[in-house]
């Protein structure tokens, strides 16, 4: 058997988890020997790592796991869960809803299948404001639904799931007994780099298309977003076609380029985490406040 599912360009995801882990360590274990300017600086790096690895490693992990072999992926599962702080199983459900429903308008019970819809929460169809949507989504998900729901059919897995939340909370405990104060000092960073990957979710989809496939994505083509972030601003190309490899999808972008034109699938120019500064976003604000 292979050691990488698909190839071997999945040790560079792989190897930038266990520098993200070994990152994450140092900030505890060096944080006495460190100037406060300096561990602030780091703990806002440690806050945009977050949200990076959500968005790229654990997310393309989702999708097309790394390893040939079960074993490791159950193995590079707990690695993420205790790394980007939450269960790696958990979120794949969700993410799984999310693909499900793509950023889908509330029905008539004003219920969204997708969880994470930017309207799940907005009013008249529309989305919902950007500021509540980053700084509310971290409190909003139920872990004992997400644990039943995935009991339902998978039984072995929820176990997993809960036992790489427990792994990360001794993870966490073990920091506690070793520096309290660097875990205090580091939390709100930990909060603020959950905000960050909701901001990264809210202009993935804002101003894409729920009701056409091919436009339930916002892209961003930029070459080294795309190269630093492991083909996360392929956005549009990746729900149309979730599971086309990472490595693949600016390929695949090529592909279908003229379809996405005719569509009028919707393209910005930085990484969607900054979206609000993307000029494409701004003109559509501007050509909507106008009508």
Not at 129 to 134: D, G, H, I, K
Not at 153 to 180: H, I, N, Q, S
Not at 181 to 202: M, T
Not at 246 to 268: M, N
């Amino acid at each position: 058997m292979k050691l990488f599912a698909h190839t071997k360009w999945d040790a560079a995801p792989t190897l930038a988890a266990i520098a993200h882990l070994s990152f994450n360590i140092y900030l505890i274990v060096g944080f006495s020997s460190r100037p406060l300017w300096l561990s602030v600086l780091l703990g806002c790096v440690y806050a945009v790592s977050i949200s990076w690895n959500i968005n790229s490693i654990s997310h393309n992990f989702i999708h097309t796991p790394y390893f040939g072999a079960r074993q490791l992926n159950y193995a590079f599962s707990l690695l993420e869960s205790i790394t980007i702080g939450f269960s790696q199983t958990y979120y794949h459900w969700i993410h799984m809803r999310h693909h499900s429903g793509n950023s889908d308008r509330p029905n008539e019970k004003g219920e969204t299948i997708d969880w994470l819809s930017i309207y799940r929460y907005g009013r008249n169809g529309q989305p919902e404001n950007v500021f509540s949507y980053t700084f509310l989504s971290f409190f909003r998900d139920s872990l004992g639904d997400i644990h039943k729901a995935i009991a339902r059919t998978r039984p072995f897995d929820a176990k997993w799931g809960r036992f790489e939340l427990y792994a990360f909370f001794a993870l966490v405990g073990l920091a506690l007994v070793f520096d309290w104060r660097a875990v205090l000092f580091f939390a709100p960073f930990y909060y603020l780099g959950n905000c960050l990957s909701s901001l990264n979710g809210y202009y993935e989809h804002l101003n894409g298309d729920p009701e056409e496939p091919i436009a339930w994505g916002v892209s961003s083509h930029n070459r080294f977003y795309n190269w630093l972030w492991f083909g996360n601003g392929y956005h549009a190309e990746h729900h149309y076609r979730p599971r086309t490899h990472w490595t693949k999808l600016r390929s695949f972008h090529e592909q279908i380029a003229s379809q996405q034109d005719e569509a009028g699938v919707h393209v910005i120019s930085t990484c969607h985490a900054l979206g609000f500064m993307a000029k494409e976003n701004r003109d559509l604000e501007t050509l909507n406040a106008d009508r």
